[in-house]
C-alpha cells in the first residue's frame, strides 16, 4: 500500500503593486456607471439581489451564528450554498461573505465552520481573476496560524491547476467530509493480476494518482507516466471508459460495481527491468494481448510460439516439463486448429532446455521485441469502410502512425502517419447490437481520404488522447454517422 503525497500544485502568484488586502478590495468601484474594468459586475437581476439578501443568513446558520430553519440540517445548508456557487456571477460574492465571517471570529468552534465550508469552496469553485489575488493573500497570511487555511490554499491552487470538481458531492461523501474523513482507501487493478492501493482525498485527479502508481513501480520520466491511462470499468465491463488526467477520482469511481484498472497505452519510451512491479505489470499486459491474438504470431512458426511458451511456463516457477494442457494455455486459442501442437511441444522442450537456471522475472523480460505488433496499442476491427480493407483486422496504434494488419496473412494493409491526421470523430452505434467506430479524416488538402473503422474498443483508443498529440488535435465531437457511410 502507498499513501497518496501531497499533490502538486500549481502557485498563485502575486503581483507587487498591491498589499492585497481584503479591506483593499472592498474600496473597488463597484458602484461606477461604466466598470473600467471588464469584470465588474454590472447592474444585478432581481433574483440575484435577493440571493445576495438570504446568502449571509445561509452562511451563518451552517456555522451556528443564527439557528437553522426548521426542517433543515448542516447538509441541507451545505448543499443550498454549494449550489449557488454553481452560479459564476455569485462565486465572489460567496467569497467574499466566507471571508467576512470567519475573520476574527470569537468563537473557534464556530468559525472552524466556516474554514470548513471554505475548504469546500476552494476545492469545487475559483473566484474571478479579479477577486484572486485578494483571495490568496487572505490565506497565505491566515495559513501562519490555522492548519484549515493551509489546507483551503492547497485546495483553491490545486483548483487552479485542474479547473475544480463539476459534479457536487454524493450525501455521503458530504457526512464523511463534515466528520473530517476525507481520506478515501482506492484500489487500482494492474495487468497481470497485481493490485495497487493508495490513499486518496476529496480533490484528488487521474493524473496524481497515476503520477504516484508509476513511482512506486520506478517510472520518473514525466513522459512516460504519460504513457499510461486509468480506466472505468462498470459490473462485467457493461461501461468502459477512460478517466482523462484532470477528472477527480472521488466524482468518478461510486458505486459497489465500479472498478478501476490501469494499462500501457504507448509505448515509446525505452523499457527499463529494475522494478519488480514494473516486470510484472508489463509482462501480464503483454501476455494477455498475445493470447488474445492481439500480436500477430502466425500458426506456422513453430519455433517461436515454442519459445514463448517456454518464457511462460519458466515465469509460473513450474520446475516439471509442461502438460498438454499447460501448453494448450500458453497459446493463443485462435492458432490451436491450424498449428503443429505436436512440432511445437518438441521444440519447446528444447526451449526449456537452452533456457534453464532463467529466473521467473528474467523470463519475463525475454521475449518481449520478439512480437510482431509489440509496441503498437492493438485494437480488434470488425469493418472497414473499403473493401479492399481486410475485416476483422487489428488495428496497430502508435505516436507516429496507425496501421491495419490481415491476422491471418500478417499483412501491412494500410498505414497512416498521425502527422497527416485532420479529424477523428468517433460514430456512435445505430443498435444496442452494433459496435461504435472512428471515422478519420487526412492526407493533403488536395487528396483528402476518409475511412470509417469499427471497433468494440473505441473508448481504450481514444483514451491515447492524452498520449499522442495528432490523436488529441484531431478529435472531435461524436457523430451519429453509420460506419459504412450512410447517414441516419
Given at each position: 500500500?502507498?499513501t497518496?503525497p501531497?499533490?502538486s500544485?500549481?502557485?498563485?502568484t502575486l503581483?507587487?503593486?498591491?498589499?492585497y488586502?481584503m479591506?483593499?478590495?472592498?474600496?473597488?468601484p463597484?458602484a461606477?456607471?461604466?466598470?473600467a474594468?471588464p469584470q465588474?459586475p454590472?447592474?444585478r437581476?432581481?433574483?440575484?439581489?435577493t440571493?445576495?439578501?438570504?446568502l449571509?443568513?445561509?452562511?451563518m446558520?451552517?456555522?451556528?451564528?443564527?439557528?437553522?430553519p426548521?426542517?433543515?440540517?448542516?447538509?441541507d445548508?451545505?448543499?443550498?450554498?454549494?449550489?449557488?456557487?454553481?452560479?459564476?456571477?455569485?462565486?465572489?460574492?460567496i467569497?467574499?461573505?466566507a471571508?467576512?465571517q470567519?475573520?476574527?471570529?470569537?468563537?473557534p468552534?464556530?468559525c472552524a465552520?466556516?474554514?470548513?465550508f471554505?475548504?469546500l469552496l476552494t476545492?469545487?469553485?475559483?473566484?474571478?481573476t479579479?477577486?484572486?489575488p485578494?483571495?490568496?493573500?487572505?490565506?497565505?497570511?491566515?495559513a501562519r496560524?490555522?492548519?484549515?487555511a493551509?489546507?483551503?490554499?492547497?485546495?483553491?491552487q490545486?483548483?487552479?491547476?485542474?479547473?475544480?470538481?463539476?459534479?457536487?458531492?454524493?450525501?455521503?461523501e458530504?457526512?464523511?467530509f463534515?466528520?473530517?474523513?476525507v481520506v478515501h482507501?482506492?484500489l487500482?487493478?494492474?495487468p497481470?493480476g497485481?493490485?495497487?492501493?493508495t490513499n486518496t482525498?476529496t480533490?484528488?485527479v487521474?493524473a496524481e494518482?497515476?503520477?504516484e502508481?508509476c513511482?512506486?513501480?520506478?517510472?520518473t520520466?514525466p513522459?512516460?507516466?504519460?504513457?499510461?491511462?486509468l480506466f472505468?470499468?462498470?459490473g462485467?465491463?457493461?461501461?468502459v471508459?477512460?478517466?482523462?488526467?484532470?477528472?477527480?477520482?472521488?466524482?468518478?469511481v461510486?458505486?459497489l460495481d465500479?472498478?478501476?484498472h490501469?494499462r500501457?497505452?504507448?509505448w515509446?519510451?525505452?523499457?527499463h527491468?529494475?522494478?519488480p512491479?514494473?516486470v510484472?505489470?508489463?509482462?501480464g499486459?503483454?501476455?494477455?494481448?498475445?493470447?488474445?491474438?492481439?500480436l500477430?504470431?502466425?500458426?506456422q512458426?513453430?519455433?517461436?510460439?515454442?519459445?514463448l511458451?517456454?518464457?511462460?511456463h519458466?515465469?509460473?516457477?513450474?520446475e516439471e516439463?509442461?502438460s498438454?494442457?499447460?501448453?494448450l494455455?500458453?497459446?493463443p486459442?485462435?492458432?490451436?486448429?491450424?498449428?503443429?501442437?505436436?512440432a511445437?511441444?518438441?521444440l519447446?522442450?528444447?526451449?526449456l532446455?537452452?533456457l534453464?537456471g532463467?529466473s521467473?522475472q528474467?523470463a519475463?523480460?525475454l521475449?518481449?521485441?520478439?512480437?510482431?505488433?509489440?509496441?503498437y496499442?492493438v485494437?480488434?476491427?470488425?469493418r472497414?469502410?473499403k473493401p479492399?480493407?481486410p475485416?476483422?483486422?487489428?488495428l496497430?496504434?502508435?505516436?507516429q502512425?496507425?496501421?491495419l494488419?490481415?491476422?491471418s496473412?500478417?499483412?501491412?494493409?494500410?498505414?497512416?502517419a498521425l502527422r497527416?491526421l485532420r479529424?477523428l470523430?468517433?460514430?456512435?452505434p445505430?443498435g444496442?447490437?452494433?459496435?461504435?467506430?472512428?471515422e478519420?479524416?487526412?492526407g493533403?488538402a488536395?487528396?483528402?481520404?476518409?475511412?470509417?473503422?469499427?471497433?468494440?474498443?473505441?473508448g481504450?483508443?481514444c483514451?491515447?488522447?492524452?498520449t499522442s498529440w495528432?490523436v488529441?488535435?484531431?478529435?472531435?465531437?461524436?457523430?451519429r454517422r453509420?460506419?459504412l457511410?450512410?447517414?441516419v
Open positions: 500500500m502507498a497518496s501531497s499533490p500544485v500549481a502557485c498563485v503581483p507587487t503593486d498591491s498589499d488586502t479591506q483593499e478590495f472592498a474600496l473597488l463597484w461606477r456607471p461604466m466598470p474594468h465588474w454590472r447592474a437581476p432581481p433574483a440575484q439581489l440571493v445576495l439578501f438570504i449571509p443568513a445561509a452562511l446558520q451552517f456555522m451556528g451564528d443564527q439557528s437553522k426548521r426542517g433543515k440540517n448542516d447538509l445548508l451545505l448543499y443550498g450554498l454549494l449550489k449557488l456557487c454553481q452560479e459564476e456571477n455569485l462565486r465572489d460574492e467569497y467574499c461573505q471571508l467576512k470567519i475573520t476574527g471570529h470569537p468563537r468552534r464556530l465552520r466556516g474554514w470548513t471554505l475548504s476545492g469545487y469553485f475559483p473566484p474571478s479579479l477577486l484572486m485578494y483571495v490568496t493573500k487572505f490565506l497565505q497570511h491566515s496560524s490555522q492548519e484549515l493551509r489546507r483551503c490554499q492547497g485546495h483553491l490545486h483548483t487552479v491547476k485542474y479547473g475544480g470538481r463539476r459534479q457536487l458531492p454524493s450525501p455521503g458530504m457526512q464523511a463534515l466528520k473530517g474523513q482507501l482506492l487500482i487493478h494492474l497481470g497485481v493490485e495497487y492501493k482525498h480533490f484528488t487521474a494518482v497515476l503520477e502508481m513511482g512506486q513501480m520506478g517510472i520520466d513522459h512516460e507516466v504519460q504513457e499510461f491511462a472505468l470499468i462498470k462485467e465491463g457493461q461501461l471508459r477512460p478517466l482523462w488526467p484532470r477528472e477527480y477520482l472521488t466524482s468518478e461510486v458505486g465500479v472498478s478501476l490501469s500501457r497505452l504507448s515509446e519510451t525505452p523499457l527491468f529494475d522494478n512491479t514494473y510484472s505489470t508489463h509482462y499486459q503483454v501476455l494477455r494481448d498475445y493470447l488474445q491474438g492481439k500477430l504470431v502466425s500458426a512458426e513453430d519455433a517461436r510460439l515454442a519459445r511458451a517456454a518464457l511462460q519458466l515465469s509460473r516457477n513450474h516439463p509442461p498438454e494442457q499447460d501448453l494455455a500458453y497459446l486459442k485462435q492458432l490451436l486448429c491450424q498449428m503443429n501442437v505436436a511445437v511441444t518438441s519447446m522442450g528444447q526451449e532446455w537452452q534453464r532463467c521467473s528474467e519475463g523480460q521475449g518481449r521485441s520478439e512480437l510482431p505488433l509489440f509496441g496499442s485494437y480488434m476491427v470488425l472497414v469502410s479492399a480493407l475485416g476483422p483486422g487489428l496497430g496504434l502508435n505516436r502512425r496507425l496501421i494488419m490481415d491476422p496473412s500478417q499483412e501491412l494493409c494500410c498505414s497512416i497527416d479529424r470523430r468517433v460514430l456512435s445505430l444496442p447490437e452494433d459496435s461504435p467506430g472512428l478519420l479524416n487526412y493533403s488536395d487528396n483528402p481520404q476518409t475511412i470509417w473503422f469499427e471497433l468494440p474498443q473505441v481504450g483508443l483514451a491515447l488522447r492524452s495528432p488529441t488535435q484531431a478529435l472531435t465531437a461524436p457523430s453509420r460506419i457511410g450512410q447517414r
